[in-house]
């Protein structure tokens, strides 16, 4: 770049922003000014200038003013020193050893070129890196300034929206808890779904927290989607593979970060459950309605208790005394939001303090520690994380290049039981607790009384009070994890190098609970004991790689050729100890128990690996990359260890040849194609073998304990086998444009699923690959960086994705498979994993008549609902029964914005899903109708009523039990749609124009996560799922609620 230097008195290029620069007294002092411009010519806002003496080496630093003005004053004269200018999405620039000159108007005029990122770019490739522009496969990137937009302990959640391929269901906001990643679909019905997590080379186990890693600490993620990229990963790349790349030095100089920020959370959904005088109501009606309409004839509904005993009612049927004065409505009455009493507006702060540097001229480091404090938008929940950072490098020969790189950790997490137990969950007990009832006594202490209270002779019903739930049970993890590894890199020749790399992985696992006499379970029935548990566990992975990788240049052809070896073993081991009858409350721990059960678990698996890759390059036109790799795992059976996983890429960038070279406005166009295969291994460590389970025998007429047989062992068993196929392009324009799209079609083979076997085997089941299961979507890409609007720059990211998964085929002779209460999911042949499943409702049955004049259930009455008749018979049965979708979205998307105006920045993040099918069955127990769980706010405007609301949508409410009720039966009605456009962050940015030689950067910023979510779904969140079973996806009851949260933030480097 061309710098021009102007040293007259008669040129002013600038207006005035002084730094301080402290020199003696007796030297003379002068002033350098400068303009830094744009590529158009324009002044550029907020540019940094660093200024380095070239005689101590000391720096100093200012901004760019709104017109792109900068001066320092004073500065030393005949000094001599080193000028960097840096810009976000910009080249940095450098004007070295400029003199400084007493008397002269010292002047610099600098040009600023935007980065041509898709030409640029280094992407990690899996043991190894490749310039973005030779690039075959599908391998998107995410950069540090992209992730932390957005505040939270997991950079899973801070992935949303910001990768087309990938969709971030975060179905739980307790924190601590991690997001499910899914990239390019499921494609399993009963292994793991996770996609693997390389970070700095160590490939992490399937499933492992992400709450280890502060996202700060992160520089880049490149996320391989497709098997062609991943097959380097091999037997563990069908789900896909996310590389993470931590922060590393910044050479020739120190640099200290400190980064802070703090907030608060709140509830972000708009769950509103009805009140106690609506409730009342509500509740009466359904018990007139259920007494009334067993025998019309006789029963009325202003009879009394006494009138209802006599008629044969059961205590359902029963008008509840404690509800007439809220008929009454009389003011002044308890009336308590039990979702309002378990939650709370909760703090969040999070604190890092970096340094990186050079540790004289051969080594380098960067350290980092972090102090997370998460409080829970639940009560008594939270997590709090003290993590470092710990990455060394060195070159003490020329020959010879060392690392280290270490990730300690320790978590402290408090949570509760989410298993929509309401007698232990908090959050199924609020959503069916009356409102007519207090939390706390008139003295302040919590009413552990509730349950029984509710349970009186009027009422069957049994309740908790939710808040002695969260109040007075204990669960509480502690959790340590450091991984890391440390390598050696040997320059053999010219272009060739040999790793060796030796990794590990540990964590401690400790989990306390305690739960007192006088809350949870049933205790009107049977007295509760006081419980508790400790468990005590550990994990300890490890992994010895070597690799030899050969990089050249012969004229126009570039290869680079990649061989290597990889060992892997971990091992785990768990103990739970168990306590009963503790015979004083206050105890709080397993300590004073008189009754113990432990239960011992303990596994291992080990996997031997041996890979290679090809990468050649013909003028930079003509792209070809072949990959192997070859797996030996314990997991699988004695015949089916090894696997291989090859893959193929080829590309041509058109934009380099000479027919386009010429196009001023064409950066680049690049067509490529890749076929792969990878596999999925996560199915346990011991699904190939014979398994049994403990029993009970009689022998010599006792009871003697011992094991039955439970799994068939199969020595066939093998990995579920993905192979795909991917088309796309790659196209740059204007030098700020660039746009990327995805046509991909997987099939997954070998699906490995549990199989009846035949009785007199003694076995049950045994794990067989059969299955197969087809997806195919489409993904698009579209990024603009640094555009002008008038003195605004405007960067922005949007990307959308389809997919489609359909199941090709089942076990032999297997058609379909039924899964959940009720049968609620069906996979079937032709159709997509985990379709709901019920009946198809059409109405409300308005009168007799109609009902006498349709197909209809036995017990069918009026206020019922309206189920179509679909195979024509005449009959409402199960053949009837169709499906109404799944949780797989049809197309996600997500749209990132960037606008910088002088020293401001603004960015605004959403994302959104379309075609999410959701099966919610704590909205089915609020919208049923049935009087003994609390109603939502929409079904009491909705019920049907013939006087009050004949036009109602929702069945008429009633006593019957939901499992004999037919309004309660599976169907498209509790089926709701998980659509959503979610504004994801709004992030509010200033960066100082500083004067001080300590500070040399100071940001301060202003961020809303989750401020507005558009949905219909009448849920906690649209991403709720309450399983991670496939076959069971979107399922939800009770899911602790996603928190919206404003935080104020500074990052300030010295």
């Not at 010895?544 to 012969?554: C, P, V």
């Not at 922005?796 to 049968?823: E, K, Y």
Request: aromatic residues 12%; charged residues 15%.
């Amino acid at each position: 770049m061309k710098k021009q230097l102007y040293k007259t008195g008669k040129q002013r290029l600038l207006q005035v922003l002084p730094l301080l620069l402290f020199a003696g007294p007796a030297l003379a002092q002068n002033k350098v000014k400068g303009t830094v411009l744009d590529e158009k010519g324009a002044g550029m806002p907020g540019v940094t200038i660093a200024v380095i003496s070239n005689a101590d080496h000391k720096q100093f630093n200012t901004m760019s003013d709104g017109e792109g003005i900068f001066m320092l004053d004073p500065i030393e004269d005949n000094g001599v020193y080193d000028f960097i200018f840096t810009a976000v999405g910009y080249e940095n620039d450098t004007v070295s050893r400029f003199k400084i000159n007493q008397g002269d108007n010292n002047s610099l005029l600098v040009r600023m070129k935007v980065a041509r990122k898709s030409l640029n770019d280094v992407i990690v490739v899996g043991y190894g890196t490749q310039s973005k522009a030779r690039v075959t496969g599908a391998i998107s990137q995410i950069r540090s300034a992209d992730l932390n937009k957005y505040a939270g302990s997991s950079f899973g959640s801070q992935l949303a929206g910001k990768v087309a391929g990938v969709t971030i269901n975060e179905a739980s906001g307790m924190p601590g808890t991690d997001p499910q990643i899914v990239i390019r679909g499921v494609s399993t019905l009963t292994a793991g779904a996770n996609p693997l997590i390389v970070v700095d080379g160590f490939p992490l186990s399937e499933g492992s927290s992400l709450n280890s890693i502060n996202p700060q600490d992160i520089e880049t993620m490149d996320i391989l989607k497709d098997p062609s990229s991943a097959a380097i990963y091999g037997s563990r790349a069908a789900n896909g593979v996310i590389l993470i790349t931590t922060r590393s030095a910044q050479k020739d100089k120190t640099t200290v970060s400190f980064d802070a920020y703090s907030g608060f959370q709140q509830r972000a959904d708009k769950v509103k459950l009805v009140d106690g005088y609506q409730y009342a109501l509500y509740s009466t009606e359904a018990r007139d309605w259920g007494y009334v309409s067993k025998d019309p004839a006789k029963r009325k509904p202003d009879d009394d208790v006494a009138t209802r005993k006599a008629n044969g009612a059961t205590a359902r049927d029963y008008r509840l005394s404690y509800m007439d004065p809220y008929l009454a409505n009389q003011p002044g009455l308890t009336n308590t939001n039990w979702l309002d009493a378990i939650t709370r507006t909760a703090p969040i702060n999070s604190y890092t303090l970096s340094v990186s540097g050079s540790a004289g001229a051969k080594s380098n480091y960067y350290l980092s520690a972090n102090y997370f404090n998460q409080q829970g938008i639940v009560l008594n929940t939270g997590l709090k994380r003290y993590s470092m950072d710990i990455k060394v490098g060195s070159r003490p020969f020329s020959w010879l290049k060392t690392g280290l790189s270490l990730v300690p950790s320790y978590n402290q997490q408090r949570y509760f039981n989410n298993n929509a137990d309401r007698s232990t969950d908090p959050i199924s007990s609020a959503l069916v607790m009356y409102p007519m009832f207090s939390p706390y006594n008139a003295d302040g202490s919590l009413a552990i009384s509730q349950q029984i209270k509710a349970n009186t002779p009027e009422d069957g019903a049994l309740m908790e009070n939710p808040v002695a739930i969260l109040k007075m049970n204990t669960y509480n993890r502690n959790f340590f994890r450091n991984f890391g590894n440390t390598f050696l890199e040997f320059h053999i020749a010219d272009g060739l190098s040999f790793k060796t790399l030796l990794g590990g992985d540990f964590q401690s696992n400790y989990i306390n609970y305690y739960s007192p006499s006088t809350v949870g379970a049933y205790r009107t029935a049977a007295p509760k004991p006081a419980v508790a548990s400790e468990t005590n566990g550990y994990v300890w992975n490890y992994i010895s790689e070597n690799t030899l990788t050969y990089d050249k240049r012969f004229g126009d052809h570039d290869i680079n050729v990649l061989a290597g070896y990889s060992f892997q073993k971990e091992n785990g081991n768990s103990t739970l100890v168990n306590g009963t009858n503790i015979p004083d409350d206050n105890l709080g721990n397993i300590a004073g128990a008189s009754n113990f059960s432990v239960i011992k678990t303990a596994y291992t698996w080990a996997q031997i690996s041996y890979f290679s890759r090809f990468q050649y390059a013909y003028k930079d036109k003509y792209l070809l990359t072949a990959a192997i790799r070859r797996d030996g795992s314990s997991r699988f059976g004695a015949q089916s260890k090894y696997g291989n996983f090859p893959s193929v890429t080829a590309g041509w960038i058109l934009s380099n040849e000479a027919f386009l070279q010429k196009q001023s406005w064409l950066d680049l166009l690049k067509l490529r194609a890749s076929w792969g295969k990878a596999g999925n291994n996560q199915i346990g460590s011991y699904g190939a073998l014979a398994l049994v389970n403990p029993d009970n025998y009689v022998y010599g007429g006792n009871l003697a304990p011992g094991y039955a047989a439970a799994a068939a062992p199969n020595a066939n068993l093998g990995w579920e086998s993905k192979q795909a196929i991917n088309a796309g392009f790659d196209l740059g324009l204007f030098h700020v444009l660039t746009l990327s799209a995805n046509f991909y079609r997987t099939i997954t083979s070998d699906l490995l699923l549990n199989v009846p076997v035949p009785a007199q085997s003694g076995y049950i089941s045994s794990l067989q690959n059969l299955g197969k299961v087809k997806n195919t979507g489409f993904e698009f890409e579209l990024a603009g960086n640094n555009i002008s609007l008038g003195k605004v720059k405007w960067s922005f990211n949007a990307n959308l994705t389809t997919n489609r998964n359909t199941v090709l085929a089942l076990a032999p002779g297997q058609t379909q498979i039924l899964t959940g209460s009720n049968s609620v999911f069906l996979t079937k042949v032709g159709g997509p994993i985990a379709e709901m499943y019920g009946y198809d409702v059409t109405g409300i049955y308005k009168s007799q008549d109609q009902i006498n004049s349709t197909p209809h259930m036995d017990g069918t009455v009026v206020g019922d609902y309206i189920m179509r008749d679909i195979d024509g018979d005449g009959k409402i049965t199960t053949a009837d029964r169709k499906g109404f979708g799944s949780y797989a979205p049809k197309l996600v998307y997500g749209f990132q914005n960037t606008f910088s105006y002088g020293n401001f920045e603004l960015s605004i993040g959403l994302n959104g899903i379309v075609g999410r099918k959701i099966y919610d069955a704590a909205l089915w127990s609020m919208e049923s109708g049935e009087s003994f769980g609390l109603a939502n706010e929409y079904y009491y405007k909705n019920r049907w009523d013939p006087k009050d609301n004949p036009d109602g949508t929702l069945a008429r409410p009633t006593t019957n039990l939901s499992a004999n009720r037919l309004n309660a039966r599976a169907s498209n009605q509790f089926v709701y749609s998980g659509d959503y456009l979610r504004i994801r962050n709004i992030q509010l940015a200033y960066r100082f124009n500083l004067r001080s030689k300590f500070i040399t950067g100071l940001r301060v910023y202003a961020t809303a996560n989750n401020p507005f979510t558009f949905t219909s779904y009448r849920g906690f969140n649209p991403d709720a799922t309450t399983t991670d079973n496939v076959l069971t996806s979107g399922y939800a009851y009770s899911n602790y609620p996603v928190a919206k949260s404003y935080i104020l933030g500074v990052n300030l480097t010295f």
